[in-house]
């Protein structure tokens, strides 16, 4: 069983709609929650993390984080064309051996079509 | 700023080769990661350093190693080549270990024949 698990998808909505993407993940020792969008043919780009349990947002974009279900979710609102991409969850611990490590989810590809 | 700089961007080898990657880290950033990412699959963590030391590591083989010189910047060799090595490397930057605000480069495409 691997570490992070994510919908690979593909997801495919209409513009403008709202769009949920979720982790769920084993170790419960994760205490930073991050959200990355790799267009095709980049490197992947920081949207936002989260330190331990609670919610964030910026602009458009809602992180959520449920360590007591190991849950963890981006929410996109009002979702454009330009948000096609695949989004990575990333999760790592704060101290520890692993300290530093993050481990990635697969990836779920998200197509906004106008 | 011009962020993180990977090179070359693409690159082929044989199998059996020897290849070094190059990454250069966003200005002021002195925490460097390498990472692999399989086609269609998340990156994986190779080994990170800092201060010229490699700090951590993941489930890589040691024929992937590493150097960090005094300017940050971070090679990245991998020696006898296998075609399963295929992938896109990505060099990642941090403020700091923890790496909560890593930012990554466009990656070097290799792929082995």
């Known amino acids: 069983q691997k570490e992070v698990e994510q919908d690979p998808g593909p997801l495919s909505v209409p513009e403008g709609a709202i769009v949920s993407l979720n982790c769920t993940y084993s170790n419960s020792a994760f205490q930073y929650f991050m959200w990355y969008r790799q267009y095709s043919r980049k490197g992947p780009e920081l949207l936002m993390y989260t330190y331990s349990s609670g919610n964030k947002e910026d602009g458009r974009f809602t992180a959520q984080v449920d360590k007591s279900s190991k849950y963890i979710s981006l929410f996109i609102r009002d979702s454009q064309p330009s948000d096609s991409a695949t989004y990575l969850c990333a999760m790592s611990l704060a101290g520890g051996t692993s300290y530093g490590k993050l481990t990635f989810g697969q990836g779920t590809i998200l197509t906004v079509h106008p | 700023d011009a962020g993180v700089t990977q090179s070359p961007t693409h690159l082929i080898k044989t199998r059996g080769q020897q290849v070094t990657l190059r990454c250069s880290p966003k200005?002021?950033?002195?925490?460097v990661s390498w990472y692999q990412q399989a086609l269609g699959q998340g990156p994986q963590f190779i080994f990170q350093?800092?201060?010229?030391?490699?700090?951590q590591r993941g489930n890589f083989p040691d024929r992937f190693s590493g150097h960090q010189f005094p300017n940050y910047s971070s090679e990245l060799n991998v020696n006898a080549l296998l075609l399963g090595d295929s992938a896109l490397y990505l060099c990642?930057?941090?403020?700091?270990?923890?790496?909560?605000?890593?930012?990554f480069g466009q990656g070097t495409r290799l792929t082995v024949v």
């Open positions: 200005s002021g950033h002195d925490t």
């Open positions: 350093y800092y201060e010229e030391e490699e700090r």
């Open positions: 990642a930057s941090s403020l700091d270990r923890l790496n909560t605000e890593a930012f």
